[in-house]
């Protein structure tokens, strides 16, 4: 515990010379204090400060051992079911405050280290390729270091270029004892101006030794800049916009302008981002019950701030979201009672379990904010603010209309808000348009769950076997072993002669 990182150390940690510019905005000179990320500083200061809290000690750390000590639970490398069991009830714990907004902690820095090591074992590039890993795993469990994840995929106009070698988003454009000098700019990930470390996975392009370069890159680093999504709109009241205020991780992009990247901060892998991802995607997944857990929480809050309780149409629609929300609880439970194992003797979540669960959260989120935007009528629409409570013109015509059962007009009208902010505000419009393609939307999703899944074989000759007479034995391993759908390809528009 002695050695476990403070909220102070991290916030201070920001103050690193970072280059870091808000669209719509311009450069911002110190995340730590400016009016658009301060916020979420402290929500990750609040994070590691958990680790500290007799009250949240028995969720985010492990249990002593036979010397008394502790450990983040985020930070265990999980050898058995107990463990991956440990660690969900960690992220579903400290993910459901937030409404699932912050899906980025420290704690998915580690499991992104975990599938670092994973996907440089499974290539076999060197011996030292793996001990580098693991030491970068290691030296993140140990100092706290907040990591965050990029595919590494090009921006639209580097996919647009005329010339194929030139549409990767990063090259190689030097080597030295030093390390790689990698020039270029990845899309869209998330949380970078938070992060110390950006990990820039296959899909950059940039080969090195035959083999796939992948890059572990500090945000500040010389000739690195990132340039963030706008904000999400919110007013600057806490009681109005509740969530808006607090959980905004800004997605953006990472320019490399000549970025030297020591050697062992260069990781050789496959060209496919599946490996590192192992970890990734179970823990994306408690993010979405997170925030599905959450949309059924303010469902039983509003039926009964609104005298809806005993209406039997607003309980089939709780029931709904009970549903939903227990279908996915299942999945996750599911991969981590039946894990799978790597080569290596890591414990993985089980990936059909995880892909089921995931594809079941893409189906339902739609209609499970719908349900919420529908259950509290129009009251969410004309909800008043704080400021319009403490109006003297309109407090007591506002306390008319909104208070009674037990609420006074501000009790129900925060919860109104709360609602509102969770599925009604740029916040929430912001999280479905990204999760239109997260990962590969509901497509790729489809595609992990087909390779996934590993019982072909067995049920379709398990059948057979009720038949009195020979058959012939089934194989149906084409199915499994087809490829992932490609990335879309994009083509670029043909020149338009100019007139003259």
């Keep these: 515990m002695s050695s476990l990182r403070t909220g102070a150390h991290y916030r201070d940690s920001l103050r690193d010379g970072r280059r870091v510019w808000i669209l719509g905005e311009g450069r911002v000179e110190d995340v730590v204090t400016h009016p658009t990320t301060r916020a979420m500083v402290e929500e990750y200061v609040t994070w590691y400060d958990r680790h500290f809290d007799p009250a949240w000690q028995g969720t985010v750390l492990t249990p ?15 050898r058995s079911a107990a463990d991956l069991a440990h660690m969900g009830r960690c992220f579903m714990a400290t993910t459901f405050p937030t409404a699932g907004n912050i899906t980025h902690t420290p704690a998915y820095g580690h499991l992104i280290a975990l599938g670092v090591l994973h996907a440089v074992s499974l290539c076999n590039a060197s011996p030292e390729q793996v001990a580098n890993a693991e030491a970068y795993r290691a030296e993140i469990a140990r100092t706290g270091r907040f990591v965050t994840f990029a595919a590494g995929a090009a921006p639209i106009g580097h996919r647009l270029r005329p010339d194929l070698a030139e549409r990767t988003a990063l090259r190689i454009v030097g080597e030295s004892d030093a ?4 020039r270029g700019k990845i899309g869209m990930h ?13 899909l950059n392009g940039a080969d090195l030794r035959g083999y796939r370069a992948s890059f572990a890159v500090a945000v500040n680093a010389p000739g690195v800049t990132v340039i963030c999504r706008r904000r999400a709109v919110r007013e600057d009241s806490r009681f109005a916009m509740p969530l808006s205020n607090r959980f905004d991780e800004l ?15 260069v990781f050789l892998t496959d060209q496919s981002p599946e490996a590192v991802a192992q970890w990734l995607f179970w823990h994306q997944l ?7 857990e ?26 709904d979201l009970l ?13 981590e009672l039946d894990p799978e194992f790597t080569p290596h003797g890591l414990c993985s979540p089980n990936h059909a379990h995880v892909a089921a669960g995931s594809l079941a959260m893409l189906r339902a989120r739609p209609r499970m904010g719908e349900i919420l935007r529908i259950l509290p009528g129009s009251s969410l629409v004309v909800a008043p603010t704080d400021r319009d409570l403490a109006d003297p013109d309109l407090a007591r015509g506002l306390e008319d209309s909104f208070a009674g059962g037990g609420y006074s007009a501000r ?7 709360l609602a509102w902010d969770h599925v009604g505000s740029t916040l929430d419009h912001r999280e479905h348009v990204f999760e239109l393609h997260a990962n590969g939307g509901a497509s790729s999703w489809r595609g992990r769950l087909r390779r996934a899944f590993n019982r072909y074989n067995e049920l379709a000759n398990g059948v057979l076997q009720c038949l009195d007479l020979p058959m012939p034995e089934i194989n149906l391993d084409a199915i499994r072993q087809a490829p992932l759908a490609p990335r879309r390809q994009v083509t670029p528009p043909a020149a338009t002669p100019r007139p003259g």
């Design 411 to 417: 009790q129900r009208a925060a919860l109104l808000q």
């Design 286 to 292: 408690y993010c979405w019950l997170a925030k599905a």
């Design 251 to 265: 997605d953006g992009q990472m320019w490399l302008d000549d970025v030297l990247v020591p050697w062992n901060r």
């Design 323 to 335: 549903a939903d929300v227990q279908t996915v609880r299942s999945c996750q439970t599911a991969a």
């Design 190 to 202: 998330t949380s970078p101006a938070y992060a110390e470390d950006v990990y820039i996975g296959a």
């Design 179 to 182: 390390g790689v000098i990698v």
């Design 64 to 78: 002593p051992d036979a010397r008394g000590d502790r450990i983040p639970t985020g930070y265990l490398v999980p």
């Design 294 to 319: 959450y949309t059924l929480g303010l469902a039983l809050a509003c039926a009964h701030a609104m005298g809806l309780a005993s209406h039997d149409p607003t309980i089939e629609y709780l029931l």
